[in-house]
């Protein structure tokens, strides 16, 4: 994987998070958090668990939640339980993942999606038209496999930098995905809208 970036000065300084479970609960004052930005299943574990939360305090949700492959398809190789509840106001509730397909990669983390949809129950009648807006949050999910190449630890160190022209290659040779959270150019820290993918 390879991200390129336009070159100030050759060298390059860059700050990576190795991806594993982080905590979140970003909800906005009354709405819905997940208790994680991103999900690490390792080979071998029965389930992995992802928090959901009703930040609320009067309005109950109804909470829908599937795994996606990346091209946008719902795969049929995991199960999430449960599928479909209500999430009563100021409360939480469990998301529990299986894996029940065929052996994945065991050279490299194949990556999927895990998206939860919310949408806002209405409890009392009102006169006119009302708009619900259902939101979606989706988060990355990665298989990690039993005995890749080396340790986790050791892969910030193996990317590698290249210049040529007006750009800088940044090249992930590792098996597990990283994402760059700074990027200094000759000092200077390269603005971003998001984090580079690697």
């Known amino acids: ?4 970036i336009t070159k100030g000065i050759v060298t390059v ?11 979140a609960w970003a909800a906005g004052k009354g709405g819905i ?4 930005t991103r ?5 071998g574990e029965e389930q992995i668990s992802l928090g959901v939360r009703n930040t609320s305090p009067d309005v109950p949700y109804l909470i ?5 492959t990346p ?12 599928p479909l509840f209500v999430l009563n106001p100021a409360n939480e509730n469990l998301l529990r993942i299986m894996y029940i397909g065929a052996p ?5 983390e194949p990556l999927f999606f895990t998206s939860v949809r919310a949408v806002p129950s209405t409890t009392k009648r009102k006169e006119g038209n009302t708009l619900k807006i259902a939101t979606q949050s989706v988060i990355k999910l990665f298989w990690r496999p039993k005995g890749l190449a080396y340790p986790l630890g050791e892969a910030p160190a193996k990317l590698r930098c290249t210049s040529s022209a007006d750009m800088v290659t940044v090249s992930n040779p590792t098996p597990y995905f990283i994402t760059l959270t700074d990027l200094k150019i000759g000092g200077k820290v390269v603005k971003k809208s998001n984090n580079f993918p690697l």
């Open 1 to 4: 994987m390879k991200t390129c």
């Open 13 to 23: 300084s860059l700050t990576a998070i190795l991806l594993s479970c982080s905590s």
């Open 33 to 36: 958090g997940l208790a994680a």
């Open 39 to 43: 999900l690490v299943y390792s080979e």
């Open 64 to 68: 829908q939640s599937w795994v996606m």
């Open 71 to 82: 091209d946008n398809k719902k795969s049929a190789d995991f199960i999430i339980t449960p």
């Open 104 to 108: 994945l990669a065991k050279d490299r």
